[in-house]
């Protein structure tokens, strides 16, 4: 069965603090994203990645980082937290990619992390 | 770049009683379109999606869309909702063929009320 897991549900940082999100899946997909979720805004794209050691800017990636060292996990880090990135956070994988020659499309999400930075 | 848009932010529907979620997107280009559900303190999961071929698109849970291109829409519909379908449902958006970026709705909670 298909698996996103994301290293905490709920977590409370103080503003300054460095946060590292972790997520990681176990289907082998080349690809894996993070969203931040809000009320009335939907999902925003933070940052994606589409190989190891790759990445690429989203819709709104200011004050966020990536790290993708290894095929199945991937990072988001809030290098100095601020209030305004408290929010939930939403890791996707997905097999679709122009290496892959297959067209799969769906993504595969873990339950989230609600942050909450005071 | 596409967009979506979902005009709905909240529907209230009995159990037992149809329901139509709308989605609007806009696109220069041919679409492959989704519909993900969010369960409470949940992630998301697929629905349903078109991508080619009939413009029905049935899904699980009994929803279905129609992909309707000359309105440039894509609503959902169940004909019966059960309590449980209480969730929020997100539209998105994607450039048809390899790879491309998912552009999300901003979503519509569906409540069904007893």
């Known amino acids: 069965d298909v698996k996103v897991t994301q290293s905490s549900r709920y977590l409370v940082k103080r503003t300054g603090e460095k946060v590292f999100l972790e997520c990681v899946q176990d289907m082998d997909h080349e690809n894996m994203f993070w969203y931040r979720q809000d009320p009335g805004l939907g999902l925003r794209l933070i940052y994606f990645s589409y190989d190891v050691k790759m990445k690429e800017k989203g819709d709104i990636p200011e004050g966020y980082s990536v790290s993708r060292e290894k095929k199945e996990r991937f990072s988001l880090i809030l290098e100095s937290a601020s209030t305004n990135q408290t929010s939930m956070y939403l890791c996707?994988?997905?097999?679709?990619?122009?290496?892959?020659?297959?067209?799969?499309?769906?993504?595969?999400f873990g339950p989230g992390t609600r942050l909450l930075v005071l | 770049a596409q967009s979506v848009t979902q005009l709905d932010s909240q529907v209230p529907v009995f159990e037992e009683a149809p329901v139509e979620l709308r989605c609007n997107y806009s696109?220069?280009?041919?679409?492959?379109l989704f519909w993900y559900v969010q369960y409470p303190n949940q992630g998301l999961q697929l629905l349903l999606k078109?991508?080619?071929?009939?413009?029905l698109v049935k899904g699980i849970n009994g929803f279905e869309a129609e992909f309707n291109k000359s309105q440039t829409s894509f609503h959902l519909r169940k004909p019966s909702v059960h309590i449980s379908d209480t969730a929020e449902y997100f539209c998105a958006v994607s450039r048809a063929g390899g790879y491309q970026k998912v552009t999300f709705g901003t979503g519509t909670k569906l409540q069904v009320i007893p």
């Open positions: 696109s220069s280009v041919s679409v492959y």
């Open positions: 078109y991508l080619s071929g009939s413009t």
């Open positions: 996707a994988s997905t097999i679709f990619g122009p290496k892959q020659g297959v067209v799969q499309e769906t993504q595969y």
